[in-house]
């Protein structure tokens, strides 16, 4: 019973995105136990869970002995922060429940669009202002994540942490959908030359290099690009319009930049428009669970 109460005291001082963060990261651990991962990654996997846990717990130690706000902003942001972790982790455990679904959404596009959007794109529109504006794009999305949050901030802390927690929660629960649907992208399931972008120009490079660290074949339907930054673009419409309206242009270069340098399907854009409604409800309702309050 006293253990009991211990862990009990613990979870309810922690912070909803740390609650939801140790969900992930103890759901996602059973899932590597039951199906296994690829490359013998699993106890690797295990291990930093176990690590990304106790991080949350020494934070949560720190809140109590050293500057409160300097502290509480890095326990919201260091779950969110984690994202680039999980991320490529998905990788590695799908494929366990399905086998490879890019030639479905290669027939679905053909079908719908009468072409492969993915190649025709850049094929017709090949300058190197295109490209470079494409690829300023797609890395702006870390920008808007970073805007919604910060934007939240300055409203209020109660702001920023509801914002951060569906951020979060989307991620998630995208990243859910990526284990279970594993679809690699144009990129990786086309051969060269419908598979290749021009590199040349300062953002090329910037994201190439960035893939480099990160980027894996998984993830590519529904499009989180797409989906999450709607879900941000929500919260920037919410607390300055006047910032949203500079940064719609922006977005809507992200949103084609995903069909442009073949990370999505033309039909994984039209699964992030239609997924961001329903993931930010489902986070919505999550977030008013009373053991994650």
Known sequence: MMLKNMFAAIWKSLFPVEKISIIYAVFTAFFIIIFGAKENHALLMISYRILF???????????????????????NAI??????????????????????????FVVADQYLFGCQPSIEFSKYYSQTWIN????????????IIMAAVFIALAKSKKCMEHTVFIILCSFF?????????PVTGPQF??????NVINNEGFFRNTLVELQEIGEKPTGAFPSSHVGICLVCMYFIFK???????????VACILICSTVYLKAHYLIDVIGGFVSAPVYFFISKKLQKLKFLE
């Open 189 to 194: 399931h086309f051969q060269a030359p419908d």
């Open 173 to 181: 629960i995208y990243y859910l959908t990526f284990i279970i649907l």
């Open 239 to 249: 607390y300055s319009r006047k910032i949203f309206y500079i940064l719609v242009p």
């Open 132 to 143: 470079e504006m494409m690829n300023f794009g797609y890395i702006s999305y870390y920008f």
């Open 79 to 104: 779950p969110l922060a984690f994202i680039a972790y999980w991320y490529p982790e998905t990788y590695f455990m799908n494929e366990n429940i399905f086998g490879n679904l890019d030639r479905y």
């Open 53 to 75: 846990i106790a991080l949350i717990l020494s934070l949560r130690f720190l809140y109590k002995h050293k500057a409160a706000n300097t502290v509480w902003f890095v326990r």
